[in-house]
């Protein structure tokens, strides 16, 4: 930025000595000559002090823009310097805030993460919380369906044991006019002549009178020996119809084997969605009150679902349950969901053929199941005045998680059924025995395994004419 004025400087070093060495070898030249050179030597003296003034003046704004530029260019450094410090400074900062913002995101993470699991914690808790909840009100109800059934199976013993009085009061009244009769009937030796009637006494009534077979009727409804108590109040079922003409009670046939004419069966080898009978048609009206009996003997350590019946609306509507979560043998009885009672059929995982009736009625939602004839359960309070609607899909073998289809295997069916058939009506005890034992179908049925429309999967429908011949 100096170099004119440096360059300057050295012209005039360089000048001045030569311009004086020039003057002092003019002063050995003659006298004549040194006056006008004196004249020039002021000349040139003066010449030489401007120039000096002239050249110091110069030099002095030399110096002071050397100065000058200097100073700037020391500021430059320090300007520098402090930009590269600042410049450090400012990458250290983003580091450092770069590391903040990693652990940041790294503890936003985490407190996702565990967020995540204290909600799902929460919904668990939430779901146990909900689930006890609703097993302690199945309990309740439970409790209470207990209740009622107890009571009204006091009730029904009452009436039993005063059923048994008045028949006990009106066998010893028989058994005295049987004796009577016999006194009279008896036919006289030879020789000997008929005893007379005595005036004061009524006619006797004969073999063939009304009464004296209604008394023979309440006789032979009297328990036997072997009998249990519901055998016998299936026997009193069965004196609100008379027998027909030459027919009398026996004891049913104990070997399922012996029972025939029991039309086709139906075989589900495997626990498939495959596996499943479609009956068609449904129900054609609202039933509040059913029958639903058949021959089941399953083939695996669970009873899966015999029956299902779904709408649009609910798709449970009417379903005999089964799955291998539930507990051996038990199955739930369902009637527009989530109502539902548990039955017990622990007897049916012998693998033998057992005979089941599953009876309803809307009138104070009375229930009862039978097994082999036996009356196993029975309650009320369920689904009172309610209605089963039609228009509905029904199946057998699979539970519907939707109208037609939804089917899980863990749900499925394993093992034969025959023999079943439906009603829209409650069947009395004895109607229920006589179809256990092969002697009588009862009237009615709305549905039969004739109505199977759809036989899917591996399911095999077999024609046996006796149940010990059905796989």
Not at 198 to 204: F, I, L, R, V, W
Not at 437 to 457: R, W
């Amino acid at each position: 930025m100096g170099s004119p004025h440096r360059k300057t400087l050295s012209f005039f070093l360089i000048f001045v000595p030569i311009y004086v060495h020039g003057a002092l070898s003019q002063e050995a030249r003659p006298a004549v000559q040194r006056k006008p050179f004196f004249q020039r030597l002021r000349r040139l003296e003066e010449q030489f002090r401007s120039f000096q003034e002239v050249t110091l003046t110069h030099l002095q704004a030399i110096a002071s823009n050397y100065n000058l530029s200097y100073n700037i260019d020391a500021r430059f450094r320090s300007l520098a310097q402090e930009s590269q410090a600042m410049a450090l400074a400012v990458n250290q900062s983003q580091a450092a805030v770069q590391s903040d913002l990693g652990h940041l995101k790294t503890w936003m993470q985490k407190s996702h993460r565990r967020s995540r699991k204290v909600d799902s914690r929460l919904l668990a808790l939430g779901a146990t919380l909900s689930e006890k909840s609703q097993q302690r009100a199945l309990q309740r109800k439970e409790q209470e369906a207990q209740r009622e059934a107890l009571s009204s199976l006091a009730l029904d013993l009452r009436a039993l044991q005063d059923t048994l009085a008045r028949l006990m009061h009106v066998v010893q009244s028989q058994g005295a006019r049987l004796d009577t009769l016999e006194g009279w009937l008896q036919v006289p030796g030879p020789g000997t002549t008929a005893p007379a009637w005595p005036p004061t006494q009524p006619e006797p009534p004969s073999p063939s009178s009304p009464k004296l077979q209604g008394s023979r009727q309440v006789l032979r409804a009297l328990p036997e020996p072997g009998d249990s108590p519901q055998d016998f109040a299936d026997h009193l079922q069965g004196t609100r119809e008379p027998p027909g003409p030459g027919s009398q009670w026996t004891r049913p046939a104990e070997r399922p084997g012996e029972i025939c004419n029991i039309g086709p069966a139906l075989v589900f080898p495997n626990a498939s969605t495959e596996n499943v009978v479609f009956l068609s048609p449904g129900f054609l009206l609202g039933l509040r009150a059913f029958s639903v009996c058949s021959w089941i003997r399953t083939a695996s350590g669970h009873l899966g679902t015999l029956l299902s019946y779904a709408t649009e609306e609910n798709d449970n509507k009417l379903v005999l349950h089964g799955r291998d979560s539930l507990a051996p043998g038990s199955i739930h009885f369902v009637i527009g969901d989530p109502a539902f009672r548990e039955l017990p059929l622990q007897p049916l995982l012998d693998g033998q053929w057992h005979h089941v009736c599953v009876i309803w009625t809307s009138i104070l939602g009375r229930y009862w199941l039978h097994v082999d004839r036996r009356l196993v359960a029975t309650g009320s309070r369920f689904r009172e005045g309610y209605e089963i609607p039609p228009g509905g899909s029904l199946v057998l073998g699979q539970e519907q998680d939707s109208m037609g289809g939804g089917f899980d295997s863990s749900e499925s069916f394993v093992g034969s059924v025959a023999g079943l058939a439906m009603w829209d009506r409650a069947l009395v005890p004895g109607e229920v025995s006589h179809l256990a034992t092969g002697k009588e179908f009862p009237p009615g049925a709305i549905l039969t395994l004739a109505n199977a429309a759809s036989v899917g999967g591996f399911v095999q429908r077999v024609n046996c004419t006796c149940l010990e011949l059905c796989p």
